[in-house]
């Protein structure tokens, strides 16, 4: 089966840009996480959907940071306008709903300049 | 303060020779626990977990991780590293609950 897919893999923009990441989940996952990884450090989670309905997104900057999920499935994350420290690594996770286990995409790798 | 300690940043074996990676955690009740691994530009892979009983944990790839309840520990071993090895390694705690929690990792570095 196909695993979690995320895209674009890595995304160069300057700073007051927007930028979008793009995940797809493994089929049947109907809990989606967003992770903030930054450099040496381990991932933080932004947002947690069972299903289209957000259930944590207590650790996601709602001034400049957006998600949704609207039909359940994928899943965007958007970024607007981007700041330096933004440059991270995003990666998107999904599960059965109530597993304790996750599976994790490739992540998308954001440069701000 | 609720938190997961992984005390080593970087960590160097020669391959063949035996790797242990630290990992303790503070929280009330035992909570889940988990190692992942990452390779450069990849996602996270999941090693191996504990949720209860058997204390001893086999994993993938030839890993295995102990619970020490006493010591708040769950360590993670390998008795012969491979250069394949190299990677970073995340520990990781779910308590009941609540929401996955990683350390900040510890890199494995393999010399020949």
Do not use: M
């Not at chain 1, 007051?16 to 793009?22: I, R």
């Not at chain 1, 089929?27 to 989606?32: E, I, V």
């Not at chain 2, 020490?68 to 609950?97: I, M, T």
């Amino acid at each position: 089966e196909a695993g979690v897919v995320q895209s674009p893999r890595y995304k160069i923009i300057e700073k007051k840009q927007p930028v979008a990441f793009w995940c797809n989940p493994i089929s049947g996952h109907n809990t989606l996480y967003w992770y903030l990884q930054n450099l040496g450090q381990g991932p933080e989670l932004l947002i947690r959907y069972e299903n289209e309905e957000a259930v944590d997104d207590s650790q996601l900057p709602k001034d400049r940071f957006s998600a949704e999920r609207l039909k359940g499935v994928d899943s965007t994350l958007k970024i607007q306008p981007a700041e330096l420290g933004d440059s991270a690594v995003y990666l998107c996770a999904s599960s059965f709903p109530g597993a304790n286990v996750l599976t994790f995409g490739a992540g998308s790798r954001l440069t701000v300049l | 303060a609720q938190s997961v300690t992984q005390p080593d940043i970087h960590i160097t074996v020669s391959e063949g020779a035996s790797l242990e990676l630290r990992c303790n955690y503070s929280y009330g009740a035992t909570p889940y626990l988990f190692w992942y691994v990452q390779s450069p530009g990849q996602g996270l892979q999941l090693l191996l977990k504990y949720f209860s009983g058997d204390t001893l944990v086999q994993g993938i790839k030839g890993f295995e991780a102990e619970f020490k309840r006493s010591q708040s520990s769950f360590n993670l071993r390998k008795p012969s590293v491979h250069w394949s090895d190299a990677a970073e390694y995340f520990c990781a705690v779910l308590p009941y609950g609540n929401k996955l929690v990683f350390g900040a990792g510890t890199i494995l570095r393999v010399k020949s």
